[in-house]
């Protein structure tokens, strides 16, 4: 495709490597990221160039792409003072890859259109080594046509590129996702503690379950090293409560109930009370060695109704 002018704020674990891709697809990239000095060794190993602010990132850039941490850091580059779309040529389309709220998504969208510029959320699933690898898979939230324009320049660092519905069911999307993988993955840890309390060979219990019904992602890719105690890669504890806990505020806004969610939401708690937050979120099965720890806190423990868990209010 034709070479393009681009911007990327945001160079952590996810945005490092897909920024990469895009300079590898041949794509002019500049970058601008909280800690200058990981801009500059991106450029040193890509050839991009580095910007001190959002907004000097933006300037000429046909698209923008941001993947910060929380709503806060997406307002701030997105709308604060320095950030990108005070400074973005018209017709240039900003999106965002953030695991953020649907609100945030519908506000920073709206700033865009008074701008007379494009939006698109765009949140991501795959992980570290799916950006690394350019297998992810995006979830978008946006108009037919932009996501149309969008499309080929995603392609530099995703398998699968769907458009879900208008602004905010990218975000809405991503957190079904969350979802399910936290159910998929305390239910791996019981069944993986269940079957060593069983006196079975448990990885022989996961060769084979796994060609059946049973078999996931998690099984797939996690499996023998939850059995190995092994949580120093992948997607960290700390995040999945920072998604979680946009999981259940959105609950809690359309009555819908979460109480699995809730419960699992617990025990990712205390896994981080007790050290644990950059473990990978596969650590669930920890808790399971002490079964006194189990029970979530009375804080942590579904609420009546819409089924959320209380335990994120300190977010």
Same mark, same amino acid.
């Given at each position: *495709?034709?070479?393009? $002018?681009?911007?990327?704020?945001?160079?952590?674990?996810?945005?490092?490597? *897909?920024?990469?891709?895009?300079?590898?697809?041949?794509?002019?990239?500049?970058?601008?990221?909280r800690t200058q000095a990981k801009a500059e060794a991106w450029a040193g190993e890509h050839g991009g160039a580095v910007a001190e602010t959002p907004a000097a990132a933006v300037a000429e850039a046909d698209f923008v792409f941001a993947c910060v941490g929380d709503?806060?850091?997406?307002?701030?580059?997105?709308?604060?003072?320095?950030?990108?779309?005070?400074?973005?040529?018209?017709?240039?389309?900003?999106?965002?890859?953030?695991?953020?709220?649907?609100?945030?998504?519908? =506000?920073?969208?709206?700033?865009?259109?008074?701008?007379?510029?494009?939006?698109?959320?765009?949140?991501?699933?795959?992980?570290?080594?799916?950006?690394?690898?350019?297998?992810?898979?995006?979830?978008?939230?946006?108009?037919?046509?932009?996501?149309?324009?969008?499309?080929?320049?995603?392609?530099?660092?995703?398998?699968?590129?769907?458009?879900?519905?208008?602004?905010?069911?990218?975000?809405?999307?991503?957190?079904?996702?969350?979802?399910?993988?936290?159910?998929?993955?305390?239910?791996?840890? =019981?069944?993986?503690?269940?079957?060593?309390?069983?006196?079975?060979?448990?990885? $022989?219990?996961?060769?084979?379950?796994?060609?059946?019904?049973?078999?996931?992602?998690?099984?797939?890719?996690?499996?023998?090293? *939850?059995?190995?105690?092994?949580?120093?890669?992948?997607?960290?504890?700390?995040?999945?409560?920072?998604?979680?806990?946009?999981?259940?505020?959105?609950?809690?806004?359309?009555?819908?109930?979460?109480?699995?969610?809730?419960?699992?939401?617990?025990?990712? @708690?205390?896994?981080?009370? @007790?050290?644990?937050?950059?473990?990978?979120?596969?650590?669930?099965?920890?808790?399971?060695?002490?079964?006194?720890?189990?029970?979530?806190?009375?804080?942590? @423990?579904?609420?009546?109704?819409?089924?959320?868990?209380?335990?994120?209010?300190?977010?």
């Amino acid at each position: *495709m034709t070479a393009l $002018k681009t911007a990327f704020i945001g160079l952590g674990v996810m945005g490092y490597p *897909m920024a990469g891709h895009l300079a590898k697809a041949g794509h002019a990239v500049t970058v601008h990221n909280r800690t200058q000095a990981k801009a500059e060794a991106w450029a040193g190993e890509h050839g991009g160039a580095v910007a001190e602010t959002p907004a000097a990132a933006v300037a000429e850039a046909d698209f923008v792409f941001a993947c910060v941490g929380d709503d806060d850091d997406l307002r701030d580059v997105a709308l604060g003072a320095g950030g990108a779309l005070a400074a973005m040529q018209q017709g240039a389309v900003f999106i965002d890859h953030t695991t953020a709220s649907a609100e945030i998504a519908r =506000e920073v969208h709206r700033e865009a259109q008074e701008r007379r510029l494009d939006f698109l959320d765009a949140p991501v699933s795959g992980g570290q080594a799916g950006a690394e690898s350019g297998a992810l898979t995006i979830m978008i939230g946006g108009a037919e046509e932009v996501f149309a324009r969008a499309r080929p320049v995603l392609s530099a660092y995703a398998r699968e590129v769907a458009l879900m519905g208008p602004v905010g069911a990218g975000q809405l999307t991503k957190m079904v996702n969350q979802i399910c993988v936290a159910g998929l993955i305390q239910a791996l840890a =019981e069944g993986l503690n269940f079957a060593r309390q069983a006196g079975l060979d448990a990885k $022989k219990v996961v060769d084979v379950i796994s060609q059946g019904a049973a078999s996931s992602w998690q099984m797939a890719n996690r499996g023998d090293t *939850m059995l190995d105690d092994e949580f120093d890669f992948g997607f960290a504890v700390d995040w999945m409560l920072k998604d979680l806990a946009i999981c259940l505020a959105e609950a809690r806004n359309l009555g819908a109930p979460l109480p699995l969610t809730g419960i699992v939401n617990g025990y990712y @708690r205390q896994i981080q009370e @007790r050290g644990g937050g950059r473990w990978d979120t596969s650590s669930l099965i920890r808790l399971l060695a002490n079964p006194s720890a189990v029970s979530p806190p009375p804080a942590s @423990r579904p609420a009546s109704g819409g089924g959320e868990g209380r335990g994120d209010k300190g977010r």
